[in-house]
C-alpha cells in the first residue's frame, strides 16, 4: 500500500511544510540548488536519482512555488525562488544536526560569511556581525569531516574548494 503524501487531518504548520519538502530525495534536491546545481542531468549525476523520481519532485517543487524554471542557453534551469531562498535556515540547521550525529567536530560543510569571512555558528548567526545572513551571503568550503574525494564529476571536484552559495555551475 502506497503512502499518502498529504496531512489532510492534520492542523499543523509543520504538516503543511512537511507535504511540500517531505518526499525523499526532495531536501537533497534543495541542497544542491544552494550550492549552485540547477541542470537535471546535474541534479540526476550528483544525487544518483532516476530520471522519473527527480521529474516528479521539480515537478512539485515547482507547483509548491519553491523553484521555478529558467531558460539558460537552450537549457532548462531549475532556480529557487524567494519561498526557496526562505528555506535556507531549516536546511542549514538539519545539515549541522547530521554533523553533529556523526562527529560534531568534524563537520562536512563550513558556511561563513561572505561579507567579513566569519563562520556561521550552528543558529546561522554571525558572530562577528551579530546578524543572520541569507544563503545568498553565504560561502561554502570543506570542513575537517569531509571524506576523500570520492567522485570526481566536475560539480563535486568544485565543491571541494570554497565558493558562494547559489553560484551556477
Do not use: N
Request: proline share 7%.
Amino acid at each position: 500500500m502506497a503512502l499518502g503524501t498529504d496531512y489532510d487531518t492534520q492542523d499543523c504548520s509543520l504538516a503543511r511544510a512537511l507535504e511540500i519538502v517531505g518526499e525523499r530525495w526532495t531536501m537533497l534536491i534543495l541542497r544542491e540548488c544552494f550550492f549552485g546545481v540547477r541542470r537535471f542531468t546535474d541534479f540526476q549525476q550528483r544525487l544518483d536519482i532516476s530520471k522519473a523520481v527527480l521529474t516528479q519532485r521539480l515537478s512539485a517543487l515547482i507547483d509548491a512555488g519553491v523553484l521555478e524554471r529558467a531558460p539558460r542557453g537552450g537549457r532548462t534551469d531549475y532556480v529557487l525562488t524567494a519561498a526557496g531562498l526562505d528555506l535556507w535556515p531549516a536546511l542549514h540547521a538539519l545539515i549541522r544536526w547530521g554533523d553533529g550525529r556523526s562527529d560534531p567536530t568534524r563537520r562536512r560543510r563550513i558556511f561563513s560569511h561572505s561579507a567579513c569571512g566569519t563562520d556561521i555558528d550552528e543558529f546561522g548567526r554571525c558572530p562577528q556581525c551579530a546578524g543572520v545572513p541569507g544563503a545568498p551571503e553565504l560561502l561554502v568550503r570543506p570542513g575537517p569531516g569531509l571524506g576523500a574525494a570520492t567522485r570526481t564529476d566536475p560539480i563535486s571536484m568544485a565543491l571541494r574548494s570554497e565558493r558562494p552559495l547559489l553560484t551556477p555551475f
